[in-house]
């Protein structure tokens, strides 16, 4: 039986990045997704023709994803066939992140509702289109996932994935001190021991 595995990196990152998880995952065809989009609604569109060609090969198949790449992943693989997901620091509520963006600087709806686009000094832009947008497509997920995060996420917080985490079923870690970029070697390790804890527990229950 093949089995593939996607993985989905986050903002700034590569599909190279799924090197780093070709060993952890035995048994598995591992390929990084290398995509252009930059909204859920492109992401939709983009991912679905790389998934179609991607699943013809694999009897089953699972993602791993990280950060804005998990936000994508649940817009555009919602209703494709997936045996488990995997998330680190995954964004869940996009909303509340926007709006907390909006709050740091002091900008209020109405005046994003007017200049549609304002730039920010950390060069992200806040867009009220992707606002609305989001507001008006809540993520529905019924994949069996398992999320990974830190203690000290900047962007979502731990209360934000546990409320996530709760309304889908899916089983929460959190790193002490962990940050939203898992990088240091320390937090590479906690990720492997992570991964490779809930696989062994999987292939025990497969043995059986």
Known sequence: MKKGLIYIHGKGGT????EHYRPLFAGYDVVGLDYRAQTPWEAKEEFADFFAKFTAKYSTVSIIANSIGAFFAMHAFADA???KAFFISPIVDMEKLITDMMRSIGVSEEE????EVIKTAWGEDLSWNYLLWVRKHQLVWKI???ILC?????LQSTDTIRSFADKIGAEVTVMTNGEHWFHTNEQMQFLDNWLG???SKQ?????Y
């Open 144 to 146: 069996p996932t398992y």
């Open 150 to 154: 830190g203690s000290n996420d900047n």
């Open 81 to 83: 066939k997936i045996e």
């Open 203 to 207: 292939t025990k229950r497969t043995s």
């Open 112 to 115: 994003l509702r007017q200049k």
């Open 197 to 199: 804890n809930i696989l």
């Open 15 to 18: 599909p190279a990045e799924a």
